[in-house]
């Protein structure tokens, strides 16, 4: 992942603004910025990022956000995939959920995806048992 952060240019792409899962014990969901979750829909996405790729001629992405729910990338992939340019890649911050199946993995792959990081606010039992 540090050679991907270094290595050329990444046009970054906010997904969503707030947080979709509002669990973690470090975050202060009272802000609006974070309790209010709104995501950009999959159609909205595409046509940014095919306005970017039309300005920059740079296929190469970086989906921004606090992290990218499951559904987001599923979504995009779906309609990136449809129209996907030659060399188009991107990447994202993921909470590690149970939604991550191989197929969605086999699915973002196929769109363009070439990583994925992700973490977990601790590998506790309580997290463990509200992830389920």
């Not at 947080?19 to 209010?36: E, M």
């Not at 306005?51 to 995009?76: D, E, K, L």
Request: with cysteine.
């Amino acid at each position: 992942m540090h050679r991907l952060w270094n290595d050329g240019c990444w046009n970054k792409i906010t997904l969503a603004h707030g947080c979709y899962w509002h669990k973690c014990s470090f975050c202060d969901t009272s802000l609006d910025y974070i309790k209010r979750f709104e995501r950009a829909p999959a159609s909205v996405l595409v046509d940014w990022i095919e306005q970017v790729i039309a300005s920059n001629r740079t296929p190469r992405f970086s989906f921004c956000g606090r992290s990218c729910a499951a559904g987001a990338p599923q979504r995009s992939g779906q309609r990136i995939g449809k129209k996907k340019k030659r060399g188009f890649s991107w990447w994202a911050n993921i909470r590690l959920e149970n939604a991550f199946t191989e197929d969605l993995c086999r699915l973002l792959a196929t769109s363009g995806c070439i990583a994925a990081t992700g973490g977990l606010e601790a590998a506790s039992d309580r997290l463990f048992a509200v992830n389920e």
